[in-house]
């Protein structure tokens, strides 16, 4: 995979990644540390990837950008994580959109942490569910080499 268009031009200190992962209270995956401090979030390329939903069907879908660790506004990881706080499940930090407004989320908690999923919009309910969430990968590194065009 390449980041053929970055959101920030900054790249996070471990310190940075340290505190971050404090305030958002978890774990982020040494994989996906590495993707932050090399990378920072941006378009990917390829950017396609495929899951089975809870139903049993198999979707694809495309990345349309990984968030990063910067202030700005666009793609800004603390950003998402507060907009989403209380829509998406505790334990689960967005990191990366599709074109419709779907998250990618990673599970930065213990229980099956490192887990990345995808989160649909549309199936939200008013309470956090995991019923509109679906296992893409069980890593950041597995789901970056599963991409495709």
Not at 20 to 39: H, M, V
Not at 75 to 89: M, T
Not at 125 to 142: G, V, W, Y
Request: proline content about 5%; glycine content about 10%.
């Amino acid at each position: 995979m390449t980041i053929t268009e970055h959101i920030c031009t900054e790249r996070p200190t471990e310190t940075e990644i340290a505190n971050f992962s404090n305030w958002a209270q978890g774990t982020l995956p040494d994989d996906y540390k590495s993707f932050l401090k090399s990378e920072n979030g941006g378009r990917p390329e390829p950017d396609g990837f495929r899951f089975t939903t809870r139903g049993g069907s198999v979707e694809t879908d495309t990345l349309q950008y990984f968030f990063g660790l910067h202030d700005g506004n666009v793609g800004s990881l603390r950003r998402k994580f507060e907009l989403y706080k209380g829509r998406i499940p505790a334990g689960f930090l967005p990191i990366a959109t599709d074109s419709f407004g779907n998250l990618i989320l990673l599970k930065i908690t213990s229980s099956n942490g490192g887990r990345v999923y995808f989160w649909d919009h549309e199936k939200e309910e008013d309470l956090p569910t995991l019923r509109n969430m679906s296992k893409i990968a069980d890593s950041f590194s597995q789901l970056i080499a599963s991409l495709e065009e």
